[in-house]
Protein backbone atom coordinates (compact mmCIF):
# COMPACT_ATOMS: atom_id res chain seq x y z
CA UNK A 1 0.00 0.00 0.00
CA UNK A 2 1.32 3.50 -1.03
CA UNK A 3 2.08 5.74 2.06
CA UNK A 4 1.88 9.37 1.52
CA UNK A 5 2.94 12.56 3.80
CA UNK A 6 -0.48 13.55 4.66
CA UNK A 7 -3.97 13.46 4.45
CA UNK A 8 -3.97 16.79 2.23
CA UNK A 9 -1.50 14.41 0.05
CA UNK A 10 -3.57 11.29 0.39
CA UNK A 11 -6.45 13.01 -0.62
CA UNK A 12 -5.51 14.80 -3.42
CA UNK A 13 -4.15 11.32 -5.30
CA UNK A 14 -7.67 9.56 -3.93
CA UNK A 15 -9.02 11.94 -6.02
CA UNK A 16 -7.26 11.42 -9.80
CA UNK A 17 -7.37 7.76 -8.42
CA UNK A 18 -11.07 7.61 -8.52
CA UNK A 19 -11.06 9.54 -11.84
CA UNK A 20 -8.89 7.54 -13.46
CA UNK A 21 -10.83 4.37 -12.57
CA UNK A 22 -13.95 6.19 -13.41
CA UNK A 23 -11.98 6.43 -16.75
CA UNK A 24 -10.53 3.02 -16.99
CA UNK A 25 -13.87 1.16 -16.45
CA UNK A 26 -16.10 3.80 -18.78
CA UNK A 27 -13.35 2.25 -21.38
CA UNK A 28 -13.60 -1.03 -20.50
CA UNK A 29 -17.59 -0.55 -21.06
CA UNK A 30 -17.49 0.35 -24.70
CA UNK A 31 -14.78 -1.94 -24.97
CA UNK A 32 -17.15 -5.04 -24.38
CA UNK A 33 -19.67 -2.66 -26.60
CA UNK A 34 -16.94 -3.59 -29.42
CA UNK A 35 -16.23 0.40 -29.64
CA UNK A 36 -12.59 -0.47 -28.90
CA UNK A 37 -9.85 -3.15 -29.28
CA UNK A 38 -8.29 -3.06 -26.23
CA UNK A 39 -9.06 -2.61 -22.73
CA UNK A 40 -7.52 -0.94 -19.70
CA UNK A 41 -6.52 -1.51 -16.04
CA UNK A 42 -5.32 -0.30 -12.60
CA UNK A 43 -2.06 -0.15 -12.25
CA UNK A 44 0.85 1.53 -10.17
CA UNK A 45 0.19 4.86 -12.22
CA UNK A 46 -2.94 5.29 -11.08
CA UNK A 47 -2.84 8.32 -8.47
CA UNK A 48 -0.49 9.86 -10.56
CA UNK A 49 -1.61 12.79 -12.91
CA UNK A 50 -0.50 12.48 -16.68
CA UNK A 51 2.33 14.85 -16.50
CA UNK A 52 3.73 13.19 -13.91
CA UNK A 53 3.33 9.38 -15.23
CA UNK A 54 5.11 10.85 -18.74
CA UNK A 55 8.21 12.55 -16.79
CA UNK A 56 8.69 9.64 -14.74
CA UNK A 57 8.00 6.75 -17.75
CA UNK A 58 8.83 8.57 -21.07
CA UNK A 59 11.78 8.49 -22.76
CA UNK A 60 13.23 12.71 -22.63
CA UNK A 61 16.39 12.16 -24.45
CA UNK A 62 17.50 15.53 -25.79
CA UNK A 63 18.45 15.12 -29.40
CA UNK A 64 20.99 17.99 -28.96
CA UNK A 65 23.24 15.97 -26.85
CA UNK A 66 26.47 14.74 -28.48
CA UNK A 67 27.07 11.69 -29.35
CA UNK A 68 30.34 9.58 -30.10
CA UNK A 69 27.60 7.58 -32.79
CA UNK A 70 29.32 6.60 -36.40
CA UNK A 71 27.53 8.72 -38.60
CA UNK A 72 27.60 6.46 -41.22
CA UNK A 73 26.41 3.52 -39.39
CA UNK A 74 23.56 5.70 -38.74
CA UNK A 75 22.69 6.58 -41.89
CA UNK A 76 22.41 2.75 -43.18
CA UNK A 77 19.11 1.97 -44.22
CA UNK A 78 17.99 -1.15 -44.03
CA UNK A 79 16.49 -2.66 -47.73
CA UNK A 80 14.06 -5.71 -48.07
CA UNK A 81 15.42 -8.41 -50.68
CA UNK A 82 13.22 -8.04 -53.78
CA UNK A 83 10.12 -10.38 -53.93
CA UNK A 84 10.77 -11.35 -50.52
CA UNK A 85 7.49 -13.48 -49.70
CA UNK A 86 6.23 -12.09 -46.51
CA UNK A 87 4.24 -14.59 -43.82
CA UNK A 88 0.98 -14.05 -42.96
CA UNK A 89 1.90 -13.84 -39.27
CA UNK A 90 5.19 -14.24 -37.20
CA UNK A 91 5.51 -14.69 -33.56
CA UNK A 92 9.38 -15.02 -32.36
CA UNK A 93 8.08 -16.12 -28.94
CA UNK A 94 7.00 -19.34 -30.00
CA UNK A 95 10.33 -19.66 -31.73
CA UNK A 96 12.01 -19.21 -28.36
CA UNK A 97 14.15 -15.91 -29.44
CA UNK A 98 12.52 -13.67 -27.02
CA UNK A 99 12.14 -14.17 -23.18
CA UNK A 100 8.78 -14.79 -21.46
CA UNK A 101 9.83 -12.65 -18.36
CA UNK A 102 7.79 -9.11 -18.49
CA UNK A 103 10.49 -6.23 -17.74
CA UNK A 104 9.31 -3.53 -15.38
CA UNK A 105 11.27 -0.27 -16.52
CA UNK A 106 10.21 0.90 -12.49
CA UNK A 107 10.31 5.01 -12.44
CA UNK A 108 12.95 5.48 -14.43
CA UNK A 109 12.91 5.35 -18.74
CA UNK A 110 15.47 3.17 -19.40
CA UNK A 111 13.10 1.36 -22.35
CA UNK A 112 15.82 2.30 -25.01
CA UNK A 113 18.14 0.03 -23.00
CA UNK A 114 15.51 -2.63 -22.67
CA UNK A 115 14.66 -2.77 -26.59
CA UNK A 116 18.33 -2.66 -27.49
CA UNK A 117 18.97 -5.92 -24.84
CA UNK A 118 16.05 -7.63 -26.07
CA UNK A 119 16.31 -7.09 -29.90
CA UNK A 120 20.06 -8.31 -29.48
CA UNK A 121 19.01 -11.18 -27.49
CA UNK A 122 16.92 -12.26 -30.32
CA UNK A 123 19.80 -12.03 -32.40
CA UNK A 124 22.27 -14.21 -30.25
CA UNK A 125 19.29 -16.95 -30.24
CA UNK A 126 19.40 -17.37 -33.52
CA UNK A 127 22.99 -17.34 -33.93
CA UNK A 128 23.55 -19.64 -31.41
CA UNK A 129 20.74 -21.20 -30.53
CA UNK A 130 20.66 -19.91 -26.56
CA UNK A 131 18.51 -17.27 -25.02
CA UNK A 132 20.71 -14.97 -22.64
CA UNK A 133 19.16 -12.22 -20.56
CA UNK A 134 21.27 -9.29 -21.36
CA UNK A 135 21.91 -6.22 -18.96
CA UNK A 136 20.19 -3.18 -19.37
CA UNK A 137 21.62 -2.01 -16.25
CA UNK A 138 24.88 -2.10 -18.01
CA UNK A 139 23.96 0.56 -20.79
CA UNK A 140 22.19 2.57 -18.33
CA UNK A 141 25.41 3.04 -16.48
CA UNK A 142 28.11 2.69 -18.85
CA UNK A 143 26.81 4.64 -22.47
CA UNK A 144 26.43 7.81 -21.80
CA UNK A 145 29.24 9.17 -23.80
CA UNK A 146 27.46 7.47 -26.76
CA UNK A 147 25.16 10.04 -26.00
CA UNK A 148 22.51 8.64 -23.99
CA UNK A 149 21.29 9.44 -20.55
CA UNK A 150 20.36 6.41 -17.87
CA UNK A 151 17.13 6.67 -16.46
CA UNK A 152 16.42 10.25 -18.16
CA UNK A 153 16.03 8.54 -21.79
CA UNK A 154 18.18 7.27 -24.66
CA UNK A 155 18.64 5.97 -28.17
CA UNK A 156 18.57 2.08 -28.92
CA UNK A 157 21.36 2.87 -32.03
CA UNK A 158 23.51 4.57 -29.56
CA UNK A 159 23.13 1.28 -27.16
CA UNK A 160 24.01 -1.07 -30.28
CA UNK A 161 26.84 1.68 -30.70
CA UNK A 162 28.18 1.45 -27.05
CA UNK A 163 28.01 -2.54 -27.28
CA UNK A 164 29.47 -2.62 -30.68
CA UNK A 165 32.36 -0.55 -29.49
CA UNK A 166 32.54 -2.06 -26.28
CA UNK A 167 33.11 -5.42 -27.55
CA UNK A 168 30.03 -6.59 -25.86
CA UNK A 169 27.15 -5.98 -22.98
CA UNK A 170 27.26 -8.59 -20.02
CA UNK A 171 24.77 -10.51 -18.87
CA UNK A 172 21.10 -9.68 -16.68
CA UNK A 173 22.61 -12.19 -13.99
CA UNK A 174 26.04 -10.70 -13.52
CA UNK A 175 24.84 -7.30 -13.97
CA UNK A 176 21.26 -6.62 -12.92
CA UNK A 177 18.91 -4.39 -12.59
CA UNK A 178 18.52 -1.21 -10.49
CA UNK A 179 15.86 1.57 -12.24
CA UNK A 180 18.71 3.83 -11.74
CA UNK A 181 22.12 5.46 -12.99
CA UNK A 182 25.07 4.32 -11.16
CA UNK A 183 28.73 3.84 -11.74
CA UNK A 184 29.81 1.34 -14.86
CA UNK A 185 31.03 -1.94 -13.53
CA UNK A 186 30.85 -3.83 -17.06
CA UNK A 187 33.24 -6.98 -16.89
CA UNK A 188 34.39 -8.56 -19.94
CA UNK A 189 34.20 -11.94 -18.41
CA UNK A 190 30.89 -11.70 -17.91
CA UNK A 191 29.62 -10.72 -21.69
CA UNK A 192 26.59 -12.49 -22.80
CA UNK A 193 26.67 -10.99 -26.49
CA UNK A 194 28.12 -8.84 -28.99
CA UNK A 195 26.88 -6.71 -32.27
CA UNK A 196 28.18 -5.89 -34.99
CA UNK A 197 26.66 -2.82 -36.42
CA UNK A 198 22.83 -2.36 -36.43
CA UNK A 199 20.98 -0.63 -39.76
CA UNK A 200 17.06 1.98 -39.19
CA UNK A 201 14.25 0.83 -41.07
CA UNK A 202 12.79 3.94 -43.60
CA UNK A 203 10.28 5.95 -41.21
CA UNK A 204 6.71 4.76 -41.90
CA UNK A 205 7.58 1.54 -44.27
CA UNK A 206 5.58 -1.27 -42.80
CA UNK A 207 6.08 -3.49 -45.49
CA UNK A 208 10.08 -3.02 -44.74
CA UNK A 209 8.93 -3.43 -41.33
CA UNK A 210 7.30 -6.64 -41.62
CA UNK A 211 9.87 -8.19 -43.90
CA UNK A 212 12.59 -7.44 -41.39
CA UNK A 213 10.80 -8.96 -38.27
CA UNK A 214 9.83 -12.21 -40.60
CA UNK A 215 13.60 -12.62 -42.02
CA UNK A 216 15.92 -10.91 -39.29
CA UNK A 217 13.85 -11.34 -35.57
CA UNK A 218 12.78 -9.27 -33.13
CA UNK A 219 12.94 -5.36 -33.72
CA UNK A 220 13.42 -2.41 -32.34
CA UNK A 221 11.11 0.34 -32.68
CA UNK A 222 10.37 4.19 -31.47
CA UNK A 223 6.92 5.27 -30.84
CA UNK A 224 4.77 8.27 -29.22
CA UNK A 225 3.21 6.92 -25.98
CA UNK A 226 2.39 10.25 -24.29
CA UNK A 227 -1.26 8.75 -23.83
CA UNK A 228 -3.39 7.61 -20.29
CA UNK A 229 -4.58 4.84 -23.17
CA UNK A 230 -1.07 3.65 -23.42
CA UNK A 231 0.08 3.82 -19.57
CA UNK A 232 -2.66 1.79 -18.37
CA UNK A 233 -3.12 -1.12 -21.42
CA UNK A 234 -3.94 -4.26 -20.22
CA UNK A 235 -4.83 -6.57 -23.49
CA UNK A 236 -6.28 -6.48 -26.97
CA UNK A 237 -5.29 -4.43 -29.78
CA UNK A 238 -3.97 -1.08 -28.74
CA UNK A 239 -5.47 1.00 -30.78
CA UNK A 240 -4.90 4.89 -30.54
CA UNK A 241 -5.88 7.52 -33.05
CA UNK A 242 -4.54 10.43 -31.02
CA UNK A 243 -1.03 8.97 -31.62
CA UNK A 244 1.44 11.01 -33.73
CA UNK A 245 3.98 9.87 -36.40
CA UNK A 246 6.30 13.43 -36.54
CA UNK A 247 8.27 12.47 -33.04
CA UNK A 248 8.40 9.69 -30.45
CA UNK A 249 8.41 9.09 -26.59
CA UNK A 250 9.18 5.81 -25.79
CA UNK A 251 10.96 2.52 -27.21
CA UNK A 252 10.05 -1.19 -27.40
CA UNK A 253 11.00 -4.96 -29.24
CA UNK A 254 8.58 -6.03 -31.96
CA UNK A 255 8.29 -10.02 -31.56
CA UNK A 256 5.62 -10.86 -34.50
CA UNK A 257 2.87 -9.50 -36.40
CA UNK A 258 -0.60 -11.36 -36.96
CA UNK A 259 -4.34 -10.36 -37.62
CA UNK A 260 -6.81 -9.73 -35.45
CA UNK A 261 -10.35 -11.52 -36.56
CA UNK A 262 -13.68 -11.60 -34.13
CA UNK A 263 -16.13 -11.98 -37.26
CA UNK A 264 -16.80 -8.07 -37.38
CA UNK A 265 -13.64 -6.72 -37.07
CA UNK A 266 -10.47 -7.09 -38.55
CA UNK A 267 -7.41 -5.50 -37.60
CA UNK A 268 -3.49 -5.93 -38.05
CA UNK A 269 -1.19 -5.53 -35.22
CA UNK A 270 2.31 -6.02 -33.83
CA UNK A 271 3.16 -8.19 -31.25
Known sequence: MKQYVNVEEENYRQTIFNDRAAMIN?????ADLGLYTYKLKINQFADMTHDEIV??????????????????????VFRPPPNTPIPAAVDWREKG??????????????????????????????????L??????NLLDCSSEFGNDGCNGGLV?????????NEGVDTEASYPYEALQGQCRFNQSTVGATDTGFVNIAKG????????????????????????SFFFYASGVYDEPACITTDWSHTMTIVGYDTFNNGTTKQDYYN
Open 26 to 30: QHNLE
Open 55 to 76: QTMSNKFQKSRTTKMSTKSNRN
Open 97 to 130: AVTSIIESQGQCASDWAYTATTALEGQHFLKTGK
Open 132 to 137: VRLSAQ
Open 157 to 165: NAAFQYIKV
Open 205 to 228: NETALQIAIATVGPIGIAVDDLHD
